[in-house]
């Protein structure tokens, strides 16, 4: 059975906040946690998200798994660095502040072992994504090149828009 592992260092979140939402998609299908996290209102839930899709791509890309076939077997968040800061109080004392950060580890795992995906298939769908991509992107080059930027140049005095009399009678001195 493989196991496919992500991580993310020193999250701005203390791990307490992380851990009560990762605890909520820990066990559950990758699709669902996704749709879970992505709807989710909370500040962690889009670094957790990310962090999903992270590993979610690995496992698909190094090790050709399929995607409806993981779930999250273990979400595990500990504490990261302190920063440490002081807050000013009365009669000139200070107070310590510890601004806390989180390391999150994410474990993928499969739910029935050993299935995997054809790696030949995902190159030639690939390599034809590449080649219609290359060809939009030489049309749209074409016709950037077909239209250019027209210079408009005035000859002459520029003048500042007033008359003589409002010039003259003018509140403030220029």
Sequence with gaps: MAIVKAQ?????????????VANLVKGKGVAEAA???EFYVRRTSPALLKLL????AN?????????????????????????????PKGFGRAAPIQKKTSLIKIVLAERVAGMKRSPSADGEKAATKEREHVHDHEHVEEKA???KPELKTEIGKKSSGLSFAKRIFRRKQV
């Design 145 to 147: 090149k077909d239209k």
């Design 8 to 20: 993310l260092n020193g999250l701005r979140i203390a791990p307490r906040k992380v851990r009560a």
């Design 59 to 87: 496992a698909e890309n190094t090790y050709h798994m399929v995607k409806d076939n993981l779930y999250i077997k273990d979400f595990i968040v500990d504490e990261g660095v302190k920063l440490k800061r002081f807050k």
């Design 35 to 37: 749709s879970q996290l």
């Design 53 to 56: 899709n992270s590993a979610i």
